[in-house]
């Protein structure tokens, strides 16, 4: 089993940015497919975007498409969400999660680990 723990989110103004972490211990991430996913207050968890584990496809929603960056530190054994122009709309608890699976990641069901959330806010 791998372990997933998140970091980095907080309070930001909107325009702003913020780093997410997703630090992996009992595998390594690149034996993974990742994904992050987010839940606003009030909403059901979305999908946000994905990363393949050979580095060949990265996806993003449309929501967050060009504002937004998923990369790994295979060094580190750390996955990341780049989140930049912060818009209110963005709030929300950011999940990150992994899988082997390669077909459907953006469907949360495909995932098998899951960190434990870390809170975004976007002021306005």
């Known amino acids: 089993q791998v372990q997933l723990v998140e970091s980095g989110g907080g309070l930001v103004q909107a325009g702003g940015s913020l780093r997410l972490s997703c630090a992996a211990s009992?595998?390594?991430?690149?034996?993974?497919?990742m994904g992050w996913f987010r839940q606003a207050p009030g909403k059901e968890r979305e999908f946000v975007g994905c990363s393949r584990w050979s580095g060949d496809l990265t996806y993003y929603e449309d929501s967050v498409k060009g504002r937004f960056t998923i990369s790994r530190d295979n060094a580190k054994n750390t996955a990341y969400l780049q989140m930049n122009s912060l818009k209110p709309e963005d709030t929300a608890v950011y999940y990150c999660?992994?899988?082997?699976?390669?077909?459907?990641?953006?469907?949360?069901?495909?995932?098998?680990?899951w960190g434990q959330g870390t809170q975004v806010t976007v002021s306005s």
């Open positions: 999660a992994a899988t082997k699976s390669t077909y459907g990641l953006g469907n949360e069901g495909r995932y098998d680990y």
């Open positions: 009992g595998g390594t991430l690149n034996s993974y497919n």
